[in-house]
C-alpha cells in the first residue's frame, strides 16, 4: 500500500506565470527575425514575349521532327537565345486521358539554330517504337530566362 497522497487542484482562472512565460517565449521564437539590411535593387529579369504557335510533331523514322511558327513583339526577336523542348513518354498501350494534365519528365535544350525568321524546326532524335510522345517548346531569352509556352504537339511512334 502506498503512502498519503497529495491530491492537487486543477489551474483555474488564468494559468500560472510560468505558463504565460513559455507561450510568450514560444511566439517570440516563430516571429522571423530580420537584420534590416536591404539589398540593392535589380530590376526583374526579363523574358521574351516571343512564343511558338501552331506547333506540329511527326514521326520521321529515327527521329521526331517539331515544326511551328514563331510569334512574339518583333519576329526575329533579338532577345530569343535558344528553345526549350519539355517532353513526356507514355507506353501507346496505356495513354493519359484526353484532358488530362501531362506531367513532363524532362527537357532538352537548343540554341538559335532551332529558329529560321519566324519558324521553328528541330529533330529530336532517341525516340522508341511503341511510345507516345507529347512535346512542348518555350523560347529561351537572356540569362535562360523562358517565355510562354506553345500549344502541345502528340506524336505516336510506331
Not at 83 to 106: L, M, N, S, T, W
Not at 111 to 122: K, L
Request: aromatic share 8%.
Amino acid at each position: 500500500m502506498r503512502g498519503p497522497q497529495k491530491i492537487v487542484p486543477p489551474l483555474v482562472g488564468g494559468g500560472s506565470r510560468r505558463g504565460f512565460a513559455c507561450l510568450l517565449l514560444a511566439f517570440i521564437l516563430l516571429i522571423p527575425a530580420s537584420c534590416g539590411v536591404k539589398t540593392k535593387p535589380s530590376l526583374p529579369q526579363k523574358s521574351t514575349n516571343a512564343r511558338v504557335v501552331d506547333l506540329k510533331g511527326a514521326w520521321q523514322g529515327g527521329y521526331v521532327e517539331l515544326k511551328g511558327s514563331v510569334s512574339g513583339s518583333s519576329v526575329p526577336d533579338p532577345e530569343v537565345t535558344g528553345a526549350r523542348v519539355h517532353y513526356a513518354v507514355y507506353p501507346v498501350a496505356d495513354p493519359p486521358c484526353d484532358g488530362c494534365p501531362i506531367e513532363f519528365q524532362g527537357f532538352h535544350t537548343y540554341g538559335t539554330e532551332v529558329i529560321r525568321e519566324d519558324r521553328f524546326f528541330c529533330k529530336i532524335p532517341g525516340a522508341l517504337k511503341g511510345n507516345l510522345y507529347y512535346f512542348e517548346v518555350q523560347l529561351t531569352g537572356n540569362k535562360g530566362s523562358l517565355g510562354p509556352p506553345s500549344n502541345r504537339a502528340k506524336v505516336v511512334v510506331e
